[in-house]
């Protein structure tokens, strides 16, 4: 059994940062993506940023430049390092994992809330 676990939210002033940790463990075999997503009530659920295997970064244009995303190949383990949060940074932050055979794996959301 595939599973993700979250670690790393809370509440941060504006300005502030926070990093987020997910581990994947399980039966794993070849993982193609991994990657951070994100909902806040009352909207849909959005990519932040994603890393592959080799490392490519992808991010979504609300973060570019303030997040950034990485990734541990050997413990399967992906962070994202959050910079000058703001408070529509607050969300639910899901990690994702897609595996080279296709099948997506979902942790169980972290929240991050910034306020100050």
């Known amino acids: 059994q595939v599973q993700l676990v979250e670690s790393g939210g809370g509440l941060v002033q504006p300005g502030g940062s926070l990093r987020l940790s997910c581990a994947a463990s399980?039966?794993?075999?070849?993982?193609?993506?991994m990657g951070w997503y994100r909902q806040a009530p009352g909207k849909q659920r959005e990519l932040v940023a994603l890393?592959?295997?080799?490392?490519?970064?992808n991010y979504a244009d609300s973060v570019a430049g303030r997040f950034t995303i990485s990734r541990d190949n050997a413990e399967n383990t992906v962070y994202l390092q959050m910079n000058n949060l703001k408070p529509e940074d607050t969300a639910v932050y899901y990690c994702?994992?897609?595996?080279?055979?296709?099948?997506?794996?979902w942790g169980q959301g972290t929240q991050v809330t910034v306020s100050s």
């Open positions: 399980g039966s794993i075999s070849s993982i193609y993506t």
């Open positions: 890393i592959t295997r080799g490392s490519s970064t």
């Open positions: 994702n994992m897609v595996l080279i055979q296709g099948q997506r794996y």
